[in-house]
């Protein structure tokens, strides 16, 4: 149930990025940066799926009201996250820069991380266990703050491609080698 309800809200929101800013935009730097996005976009329904999913089993084994609060803190992101996507169908810079600063809120907020089924566990995360994914969402406010600019947005589309790789490479193939 989970599932269909996060993709029924970010698949809306993908598509009109795709549509808004990929296929209808005639600027080169739109262009270039939606798609990125669009790739965020289903990137970020996917672990939203796999955050309540892991609540929801937690709250199932654990009695912890650090559970309630992760669970506040990751809904609250959502919110946040699908209004950045969906502003972004129409003005993509300031959608991506709601979307980053929604990164910001999760990744300072969540104290905790959750291990899944059948080690279910709650392990403490330290401000300097989050700091490296803190400083790259910096990054990408700051790069994402120079695009609405237009100052360099060719570049900034590149460096933030190059991000997104650097971010799928570590995510999806040395971080999960290592499980």
């Known amino acids: 149930m989970i599932t269909w309800v996060i993709f029924g809200l970010?698949?809306?929101a993908a598509l009109g990025?795709?549509?808004?800013q990929v296929i209808w935009e005639h600027e080169l730097s739109h262009q270039l940066l939606a798609p990125g996005l669009v790739l965020f976009c289903i990137d970020q329904a996917r672990m939203a799926v796999i955050d309540l999913e892991q609540i929801t089993v937690a709250k199932q084994h654990l009695q912890d009201p650090r559970l309630d609060q992760?669970?506040?803190?990751?809904?609250s992101t959502i919110v946040i996250e699908l209004g950045g996507f969906y502003?972004?169908?129409?003005?993509?810079?300031?959608g991506s820069l709601v979307v980053l600063l929604s990164q910001i809120w999760f990744n300072t907020l969540a104290t905790i991380h959750l291990l899944p089924a059948p080690a279910i566990d709650i392990q403490p995360r330290s401000f300097q266990s989050r700091l490296p994914v803190l400083i790259a969402n910096g990054v990408g406010v700051i790069l994402i703050s120079l695009w609405i600019m237009a100052m360099g947005q060719l570049w900034?589309?590149?460096?933030?491609?190059?991000?997104t790789f650097a971010?799928?490479?570590?995510?999806?193939?040395?971080?999960?080698?290592?499980?």
């Open 10 to 12: 970010f698949c809306p």
């Open 17 to 20: 990025i795709l549509l808004g």
């Open 70 to 75: 992760f669970y506040w803190i990751t809904v």
């Open 87 to 94: 502003l972004a169908s129409f003005f993509l810079g300031w």
């Open 156 to 163: 900034i589309d590149s460096i933030l491609w190059g991000m």
């Open 167 to 179: 971010y799928g490479i570590v995510k999806y193939c040395l971080i999960s080698t290592r499980d």
